[in-house]
């Protein structure tokens, strides 16, 4: 069996496209339940009756919507920043140096708007997936990291394994026009084959898209272990229309990234069995959502057919039908009473109004969205303390989705150290603090040995809450005041603890005004010396 060495460029193409085409084999029934997913979000799920159907009334009330947008509220209340700490003391100066680093790439690359994306897509599919990777030309052509979003219908792992870094590849792909490959890979585009793969899963599906001059571009990622180093390879390659356009193992045979990992994470909001996809609200909610708005077509329907009560006459009876249907007249001329009646629709039952408000009612519980986690109170709660311990019972499950989405961001994290460990050759100015910058450097998370190799720092990686919660908030300053009052804690150590907007300038000029006092006060004393 030929190795990837000894194999020719052609056989290397067929032999990834045979790969690719097994995967979207695999992975056409996940696209479909991504779809179905979206539509219920969007409580477009009607599209899916049968045409028999078409005219009868088509209610929703957004559950899963709103379900999903208030875990999703938390999940950005809870955004994550990495904290950076080293094992030993002479490291804490890199450490909050790196901690720095970490903050302005996430900065740059705008990572609120890219977790934005990611907690609608865990909440509403149950997976969400983060691309690690380095811009060299971020930073102004200095380079940084970056932490990104992956549409998770634009990317395909192997479906045989229950760990991505187990896979045999991994292939992200997008659709582009001829012209954009004509600007960007002009020795290749007029080669580029007809594209056969006609499906654009990682488009909007309502949007009418003509895909017959569109070509896909496919990135693969293929991870190999090398037994002689004892150690792993990841390379990435560029495929389109069955030409290789860009090549890693040309320009970097030891590996595209020196932590030999595929560049991704993969976080499941409810685990499957047999894979590391995960299920989400909608899937969990389907029937519910489903069987509350039948509920409220037949409730509805009822409701229209009462509101227009139904006149029977026969022929005998001698009225015209017409003549009937017109409310302005007065007077009516037939021949017979007998054959006119009316047909009034009878109400439904009172449990089944009962029963359509309990199965709303039980979504909400259910799936943790109830009044308290939406900040409804009974009256008379209206300490801060009590509303912030309300709150935090009820929203188990945003905080169960939370550890998950942090543990995933933490392991971004370590390798997008390890790729600004193996990169950043040019030095860069970072903010440390609101008032000091610093000079970083890929050379400093090295330290030199004995015989003169350099050995990586090594530092730990943790995370907490970016943004509190403005009621826990409030609850943390009121027992920190309370400590203060007790004179438990100095008032400067007070300060310290609490949060609030405008912190770092509030003791800047707390510092300046202290300087100042200091110099009035030895100026006093030297004029009183010298009198």
Known sequence: MKNKENMTELERIDKLYALFDEYRSAY??????LEKCERLYRAEHWEDVPQGEANEPRPTTPMIYSTVENIRADLMDMMPEAVI??????????????GGVIKENCARTGFEHEYARLTHDLLVGGTMVQEIGFDPTANGGLGGAYIRHVDTRGIMFDPYCTDIQDSRAVFKFTPYRREWFRAHYPDAADAMAPDALTFRRAADSGLATDDSECIMLIECWEREFDKAQNR?????CRLAGR?????????????????????????????????????????????????SDKLDQIIMKNALMASRNKLLITGASGFDANDLRDWSKDVHKGDSLNGVSWFS??????????????MRQSIKEESGANDFSRGNTASGVTAASAIAALQEMSNKRARMAMKAVHASFAEAVRQELEIERE??????????SEQSRSLFCADMMFERSTLGDAIPIELQVSVKVQRENRFSVVSHNELVMSLVQAGMITPDVGLELLIFDGKEQAKALMRSRAAANTANGANTTAGISAS
Do not use: C, N
């Not at 056409?28 to 339940?33: A, D, G, I, K, M």
């Not at 700490?85 to 909050?96: F, M």
């Open 28 to 33: 056409l029934s996940e696209w479909e339940r």
């Open 85 to 98: 700490t080293a094992d030993e003391p002479k490291y804490e100066r890199l450490a909050e140096l790196l």
């Open 232 to 236: 792993y390879r990841v390379h990435m």
């Open 243 to 291: 030409q290789l356009l860009e090549d890693s193992r040309r320009i970097k045979p030891q590996g595209y990234y020196a932590h030999g990992k595929y560049p991704f994470t993969v976080t499941a909001l409810h685990e499957r069995k047999g894979t590391f996809l995960g299920f989400g609200i909608a899937d969990m909610f389907e029937s519910q959502q489903r069987f």
């Open 345 to 358: 629709t009878p109400p439904l039952p009172g449990y089944m109004l009962e029963y359509a408000a309990a």
């Open 423 to 432: 990169f950043s050759r040019m030095p860069r100015m970072v903010r440390t």
